[in-house]
């Protein structure tokens, strides 16, 4: 079993930056790709930015992200991140880390907020 931890999340005003951090444990020996999910109110859930841990570590961006976000791993700390750039009102959201690990497996962090005010 894997476990996400999310941190990094708070207030900040349009233009500016923020980056978050997922903590990975458990058996994270198994995860083969991760991402970050986030999910504003009335809305659904949407991908940001997913990461492959092997293959060379591939990503795929929203386009509604591309070119101010970046997505990076550390694998050696099992430690996932998120560097947002030139942050949005529209970027205001949950934030998740989801891992996807083992045969099909796939495990949630708790999710960490991220507020942009205009």
């Known amino acids: 079993q894997v476990r996400l931890v999310e941190s990094g999340g708070g207030l900040v005003q349009a233009g500016g930056s923020l980056r978050l951090s997922c903590a990975a444990s458990?058996?994270?020996?198994?995860?083969?790709?991760m991402g970050w999910y986030r999910q504003a109110p009335g809305k659904q859930r949407e991908m940001v930015a997913t990461i492959t841990i092997t293959s060379g570590g591939s990503t795929n961006y929203a386009d509604s992200v591309k070119g101010r976000f970046t997505i990076s791993r550390d694998n050696p700390k099992n430690m996932l991140y998120l560097q947002m750039n030139s942050l949005k009102p529209e970027d205001t959201a949950v934030y998740y880390c989801?891992?996807?690990?083992?045969?099909?497996?796939?495990?949630w962090g708790q999710g960490t907020q991220v507020t942009v005010s205009s």
């Open positions: 989801n891992a996807g690990y083992g045969l099909g497996y796939s495990t």
């Open positions: 458990g058996s994270s020996f198994s995860i083969n790709r």
